[in-house]
C-alpha cells in the first residue's frame, strides 16, 4: 500500500528564515510520481512540483528547492528566506504509475506559519 | 484559459437529505478525479474517471455515494442519505490522463450536513 507521512503538523518561523518541510514515502512500485502542492487560505490546491522515481536529480525554482531521496524514501521541501506569503498548508503526495491517470495518496499536510 | 470550476461553492443540508455536487473540468480533460478533504486532513481519493466510466472508484465510502459522467465531460458526485460525518470539502481535479500527469483542482464545494 501506499502511504505518506508528514510529521510536521505546524511550523511557525519568522520572516527571511529558511525552513524545510519533510515528507516520508511508502510504495511498493518501482516507478511512481512525487508531487508538493500548496493550499492557501484560500482553499484551493496548487501544484508545485512533480517528480518520477527515475530522477533523483534536486530542483531549485527561484526560493523552492526539493531534495528527493530514494535511499530514505524522502521528498523533502525547502523554502529559502521565507516570506509571509509563504503561510499555507503544505501537502506531499504520491502516486503509482499506471497506463492512465494517477490517483494520489496524500500525506496530512504541513501548516506553514511566516511571521512578519 | 477556464480551470476546474465546482458547484456550489457552499452547501449546507440536513441529515438524511441527498445532495449533488457538480464539476467541470478543464476542457480537453480525459481524466477527472473526486476527493475528500476533512478538517486537518489531505485530500483522500474518491474516484476516477477516464473518459465517461469510473477507472477506479475503490475510495467511494459505501454506496451512498456514487458518481457520472455521462458524456466524459462534467461529473457529478451524488451522495444519497447524508450523515454528519459526510461533512467535508470534496476537491474536484482534472488532468490530461497520461500516467503522473499534473492534476489540476477546482476550489471545492464545502459539504455541511446538520
Known amino acids: 500500500a501506499q502511504k505518506v507521512t508528514q510529521a510536521q503538523t505546524e511550523i511557525s518561523v519568522v520572516e527571511k528564515e529558511d525552513v524545510t518541510l519533510d515528507c516520508v514515502y511508502e510504495?511498493?512500485?518501482?516507478?511512481?510520481?512525487l508531487f508538493w502542492y500548496k493550499q492557501p487560505p484560500s482553499g484551493e490546491l496548487v501544484f508545485l512540483i512533480r517528480?518520477?522515481?527515475?530522477?533523483?536529480q534536486n530542483e531549485i525554482s527561484g526560493r523552492y528547492s526539493w531534495n528527493f531521496q530514494k535511499s530514505t524514501s524522502s521528498f523533502n521541501f525547502t523554502i529559502t528566506a521565507s516570506q509571509v506569503v509563504d503561510s499555507a498548508v503544505y501537502f506531499c503526495?504520491?502516486?503509482?504509475?499506471?497506463?492512465?491517470?494517477?490517483?494520489?495518496?496524500f500525506g496530512a499536510g504541513t501548516i506553514l506559519r511566516v511571521k512578519s | 484559459g477556464a480551470g476546474v470550476s465546482q458547484t456550489p461553492s457552499n452547501k449546507v443540508t440536513e441529515k438524511g437529505k441527498y445532495v449533488e455536487l457538480r464539476c467541470d473540468p478543464i476542457s480537453g480533460h480525459t481524466a477527472l478525479y473526486w476527493y475528500r478533504q476533512s478538517l486537518g486532513q489531505g485530500p483522500e481519493f474518491l474516484i476516477y474517471?477516464?473518459?465517461?466510466?469510473?477507472?477506479?472508484d475503490s475510495g467511494l465510502p459505501n454506496d451512498r455515494f456514487f458518481a457520472v459522467r455521462p458524456e466524459g465531460s462534467v461529473s457529478t458526485l451524488k451522495i444519497q442519505r447524508t450523515e454528519r460525518g459526510d461533512s467535508a470539502v470534496y476537491l474536484c481535479a482534472s488532468s490530461s490522463g497520461l500516467a503522473g500527469g499534473q492534476q489540476y483542482f477546482g476550489p471545492g464545494t464545502r459539504l455541511t450536513v446538520l
Open positions: 503526495a504520491l502516486s503509482e504509475a499506471i497506463e492512465y491517470g494517477n490517483k494520489l495518496v
Open positions: 510504495t511498493r512500485d518501482t516507478t511512481y510520481y
Open positions: 517528480r518520477n522515481s527515475f530522477d533523483e
Open positions: 474517471f477516464q473518459g465517461t466510466g469510473a477507472a477506479d
